[in-house]
């Protein structure tokens, strides 16, 4: 067998939304490719260290509400002094949606969708630049986006809406950290059984999704995390601005 290859070695990465199916999955694959870690999540740290179910000391669960600019600011500064940096950057935390239709969506509602999926975003790389700037292997921002961008899924604006955001965000972002050698690319996973997701669809729900893919198989979070490590890793040094779907060929149809 032919000797694994640690591409992360030496580098730094922050993962949001660390205790959720797809960061827990980012997280392991990111720490098996040789990167040190840091979780972040709303969760506890123990919640965190749990999901993520790596006894590791390259691994760090850390408090921390991407949607308060007070925290996320706190987080970045100390983290990446105590760690000497920050190369990757995934902004993965988001609210994930229930059904409801676009004639009883409230002000509120949109607001606290946009708060942390699209604003937790912003404040993460407002916080995490200077390090990510001065990275000697370049900086990597990867942006966990939404299919339901391209399907517009009924009932689900807010979610839609904050996640289109995002993708658009990745653009300027793209366009204004290129000069620090920064890249900054979105990704969109298929409909991924996570504890999260399964609260909102059912067996049926995600088998019919898959059965319209072209690779009808289940994708799951240490599937997608590759694309993540890959976009982290020298091979992506110079894929920038774009918005990668990773779903089997769903959206072929």
Known sequence: MAKR????????????????????????RLLDDGAEVVGLDIASPEETAQAVGEEDDRFHAVRCDVGDPDSTR??????GERLGGVDVLVNNAGLLSG????????????????????????????????????STFGGRIVNVASRTFHTGSPCQLAYVASKGALVGMTRVMARELGSDEITVNAVMPAQVATPGTRQHSSDEVFARTMSQQAIQKFVTPDDFAGLVSFLASDDGALMTGQTLVYDGGGLLH
């Open 74 to 79: 706190r987080v970045c500064a100390e983290w």
């Open 99 to 134: 059904r409801s239709d676009l004639l009883n969506a409230t002000k509120e509602q949109m607001l606290s969708y946009f708060e942390t999926n699209s604003v937790g975003a912003l404040l993460m790389v407002q916080g995490c630049h200077s390090w990510l700037r001065a």
């Open 5 to 28: 290859e640690y591409r992360l070695e030496g580098r730094t990465a922050f993962v949001t939304g660390a205790a959720g199916g797809l960061g827990s999955g980012i997280c392991r």
